[in-house]
């Protein structure tokens, strides 16, 4: 039994998840062996493996579409789709069309392990993986069974895995990006406290050894706060923050703690500069009273773009979505989805005019690309597997009036001392 994902259009995320639930519960019928070592020869000579038949591709998804990123999770989500539905209308991918069955798991990790195993039989690769924390639970199972996976996670702990790739940049290097730009533009001084506010787990760990680093180069301390996903209410940090005598912020953590840090801060006189980092901002916060705050004192740091970009890939992107999904919001998430989904069509493609799209293969033609360029930012090198794909970062700013709410500050560039950082970490 073959089950394509549907496109999901409803606006609310918890319908999109009970009716991909309703959709996925009828996919458990038809399972192969997920090791990725098992591969026959299909009628047209390439060979296969788990998820390929000789008319379909099949991908997996496991997302968060309930949880603190269900917003990012949709639009990857729909964004992946738009890719599937194109390749299809073109043709599809080795002569096969391509299917994505998506998993939510609500930013759950034992919700996501259980998802996996459902998954894993029966698709090629899984260009989209949401959460640090998901993605370091299952890195031992992905490597095992030769899965190409591009988490929607930056951690700098997920390198060093065949079939693992970070896109871009990881957290550390973005916060290094983060302090130069503050020291750049004259917002902190040598012997200043930076504030950190950081979620427990590696995406917040990560980013912190940025951070903290990046302050010792330039002769400042780092206050750092630690919050759980579930801390929505920042006010006992600011607070900290406040006695410590901060003068600039960084968060890495979700969207709702960046609009409480900034709603907060502002209001008991905290004005300082915040950066974030990406998966803490969405476009919706501008829509919350906390607007005019993020709009005052936030920047963003990113290793892609701003969705308002006026680079030819990312425009044509936005119009192709806002033409599939009139009325969603186009945000990060749209760009990183679509470029991970565009990342994992030439593997394939590539696997295939190699004859194979057995899994070891489709990593094999993966890690073989070191000037991966999809036209939505800056060319990636997928050769190096325990270093980043790039070091260059975006800064970037809330716009309310930009398509996805944020406008590029500067462009892509190497912050100073990252090759420095990355030597010393080894």
Same mark, same amino acid.
């Given at each position: ?201 590696? %995406?917040? $760990?990560?980013? @912190?050894? *940025? ?7 330039? #002769?400042?301390?780092? +206050?750092? &706060? ?111 989805? %679509?470029? $991970?989904?565009? @990342?994992? *069509? ?7 005019? #190699?004859?194979?799209? +057995?899994? &070891? ?66």
């Amino acid at each position: 039994m073959n089950v394509t994902h549907p496109r999901p259009r409803t606006a609310r995320t918890a319908a999109l998840a009970a009716a991909l639930a309703a959709v996925l519960l009828a996919g458990t019928a038809c399972s192969s062996k997920a090791d990725g070592g098992s591969t026959d020869d299909a009628a047209d000579g390439v060979k296969s493996g788990p998820g390929v038949t000789d008319k379909t591709i099949r991908l997996g998804a496991l997302t968060d579409l309930t949880g603190p990123y269900a917003t990012l999770g949709k639009s990857i989500v729909q964004a992946q789709q738009m890719w599937a539905d194109e390749t299809n209308a073109a043709g599809g991918i080795c002569g096969r069309q391509v299917e994505i069955v998506v998993k939510d798991h609500g930013y759950d990790v034992q919700k996501a392990v259980t998802a996996y195993a459902d998954i894993a039989p029966d698709v090629v690769a899984l260009p989209q993986v949401i959460g640090s924390p998901v993605v370091a639970a299952l890195l031992d199972d992905i490597e095992r069974d030769y899965l190409l996976t591009f988490p929607q996670a930056w951690a700098a702990s997920l390198l060093g895995r065949d079939s693992v790739q970070v896109l871009g940049t990881t957290y550390d290097l973005d916060m290094i990006a983060a302090v130069d730009f503050l020291t750049r533009t004259k917002k902190i001084a040598k012997g200043d406290t930076i504030g950190h506010v950081y979620f427990e787990g590696d %995406y917040g $760990a990560n980013a @912190l050894e *940025g951070s903290e680093w990046a302050a010792e180069q330039a #002769g400042m301390k780092v +206050a750092g &706060q630690k919050i759980k996903a579930t801390d929505t209410d920042l006010t006992a940090q600011v607070s900290a923050l406040n006695k410590a005598g901060v003068k600039a912020i960084l968060i890495s953590a979700g969207p709702a703690q960046t609009a409480s840090l900034a709603g907060v801060a502002a209001a008991r006189g905290l004005k300082v500069p915040i950066v974030s980092s990406a998966p803490g901002y969405a476009p919706q916060l501008l829509k919350t009273p906390a607007a005019a705050a993020l709009e005052a004192m936030v920047h963003v740091v990113s290793a892609a773009p701003a969705v308002s970009s006026d680079l030819p890939g990312v425009k044509k992107m936005v119009a192709s979505y806002k033409k599939a999904y009139p009325g969603e919001p186009v945000d990060s998430g749209v760009l990183s989805g %679509y470029n $991970a989904a565009q @990342l994992t *069509g030439a593997d394939l493609k590539k696997a295939c005019e #190699g004859g194979s799209l +057995a899994r &070891q293969d489709v990593v094999k033609a993966h890690r073989s690309q070191k000037n991966a360029d999809t036209g939505l930012g800056t060319p990636q090198n997928f050769t190096l597997v325990t270093a980043p794909a790039s070091r260059s970062t975006y800064v970037l700013k809330p716009d309310a009036k930009a398509v996805g709410g944020l406008v590029g500050v500067e462009e892509a560039h190497e912050a100073p001392g990252v090759a420095a950082y990355l030597a010393a970490r080894g």
